[in-house]
């Protein structure tokens, strides 16, 4: 027992001398791995810095095609009508006001469903083709924003698209009603003049 306290006295006094009397050692490989890793996160640093601005901020790609919306759909009957050899009651020599009223109503609305039709088409054409240049550069995009940028300026023409086709739908309904509210003029000028049905 003797002997263990001995040893143990002199291994504690001869740790104490090393740690007090050592000399210092640096491990130049362990420096340098810790240098090659903080270089290594300086870079991923700088990546993930670069990733932020490239997915923040706009690019400017709302206006990478120009399509404004026309609500308003302005048509001239007269050259509708001309355009597709359709006379007045005047040209035609329609000398009753009634008769003559109700031959220009019809042709009125004939003129302005063909006119708002063909416009509407037109516009649904180009917003079409607007779809497909905006889908085309979805592949040359640089990173993922304009990627991002791209999908949701495709996703605006594509809604403005489905409003096209709802109008068409409208102005279809609206020509089907317009046509039932002449045809029941016309009965009723035919009572008018017959006095019956």
Do not use: C
């Not at 997915?55 to 095609?65: E, K, M």
């Not at 000398?95 to 063909?118: C, G, P, R």
């Not at 516009?123 to 497909?132: H, N, P, T, V």
């Not at 940028?149 to 996703?155: E, H, T």
Request: charged share 15%.
């Amino acid at each position: 027992m003797k002997i263990l306290k001995v040893l143990l006295t002199a291994s504690a006094i001869q740790a104490g001398v090393v740690q007090a009397t050592g000399i210092p050692v640096v491990d130049v490989a362990n420096l340098a791995q810790a240098t090659i890793q903080v270089t290594h996160m300086i870079n991923q640093l700088h990546a993930l810095q670069q990733q932020i601005a490239n997915t923040t901020g706009s690019r400017g790609l709302a206006n990478v095609i120009n399509s404004g919306y026309d609500t308003q759909v302005q048509t001239s009957t007269s050259t509708i009508l001309s355009q597709n050899g359709l006379k007045n009651a005047s040209q035609l020599g329609i000398s009753n006001t009634d008769t003559a009223s109700l031959y220009n109503s019809s042709n009125s609305i004939s003129a302005t469903y063909l006119a708002e039709s063909q416009k509407s088409l037109t516009q649904a054409k180009e917003r079409f083709d607007d779809l497909s240049t905006l889908a085309s550069k979805v592949n040359s995009s640089p990173d993922e924003k304009d990627v991002l940028d791209l999908q949701a300026r495709i996703q605006a023409e594509e809604t403005l698209l489905q409003n096209e086709l709802a109008k068409l739908t409208a102005l279809k309904s609206k020509s089907e009603a317009e046509q039932v509210v002449q045809t029941q003029k016309i009965r009723q000028m035919r009572v008018q003049s017959a006095g019956q049905w």
